[in-house]
């Protein structure tokens, strides 16, 4: 596609509930990145793969978040037990290759947790 | 630790030039960038400077690298209220041999333009 895709664009959710969001990176990049951004915590860097491996886990803000990336294109980050201090944006970018690369960014999920 | 420091906040008139300031604490840093987000949108990128580069000019944007004194700013020139927005200054460890590769972002200062 042009850009960066991701859905849902909104997802509201009860405490306790699993949730899944998805990344489209930008066809051809084999870097692929998640971010979250809140209020309190700014922007904060989580996990990036390269292609579908995914190097350094230890930016997940617990164990309740997993991440897995297949065919080299879309990702998901799932979010188990959700709690009301996971709500957030989560930003999703992409990148040619890692390392250097401008990394180019999709319009977010706003995440709620109620 | 990696750190960007940012001021949250710049008010300047319609018209005149915005300069957007921004600190980081890592010396390796390769790459520096300026990402724009307007409300309820994704991070836009607007320019990043290599880090052996003083300056790069594109536009009405012009970026200055003071890698001695580690601060980066953003200049806009000619402000129009299409402006108004978030500037997230962000450095990349890319190329230091360690890291994840993510970004490093500031907290991001809201410009705001007064008629």
């Known amino acids: 596609g042009a850009g960066v895709s991701q859905s849902p664009s909104n997802k509201v959710t009860e405490k306790g509930k699993d949730v899944e969001l998805r990344c489209d990176p930008i066809?051809?990049?084999?870097?692929l990145y998640w971010y979250r951004q809140s209020l309190g915590q700014g922007l904060e860097f989580l996990i990036y793969f390269q292609g579908n491996s995914a190097p350094d886990k230890s930016g997940l803000p617990s164990d309740r978040f997993s991440a897995e990336r297949t065919g080299g294109s879309v990702s998901t980050l799932t979010i188990q037990r959700t709690q009301q201090e996971d709500s957030a944006v989560y930003l999703c970018a992409s990148s040619l290759v890692v390392g250097g690369e401008t990394q180019y960014f999709g319009p977010g999920t706003r995440l709620l947790v109620l | 630790g990696e750190d960007v420091e940012q001021s949250l906040f710049l008010s300047v008139r319609e018209g005149d030039s915005s300069v957007i300031n921004c600190t980081y604490t890592d010396s390796s840093s390769t790459y520096l960038y300026w990402y724009k987000q307007e409300p309820g949108a994704g991070l836009q990128l607007l320019t990043y400077i290599f880090s052996n580069m003083d300056m790069k000019q594109d536009q009405r944007l012009t970026v200055l690298l003071n890698k001695k004194d580690k601060h980066l700013s953003l200049r806009i020139a000619d402000t129009q209220t299409g402006d108004s927005a978030i500037y997230f200054c962000?450095?990349?460890?890319?190329?230091?041999?360690?890291?994840?590769?993510?970004?490093?972002f500031g907290k991001g200062t809201h410009l705001i333009i007064q008629p």
């Open positions: 962000a450095e990349s460890m890319s190329g230091s041999g360690g890291g994840a590769d993510g970004l490093t």
């Open positions: 066809s051809g990049h084999t870097a």
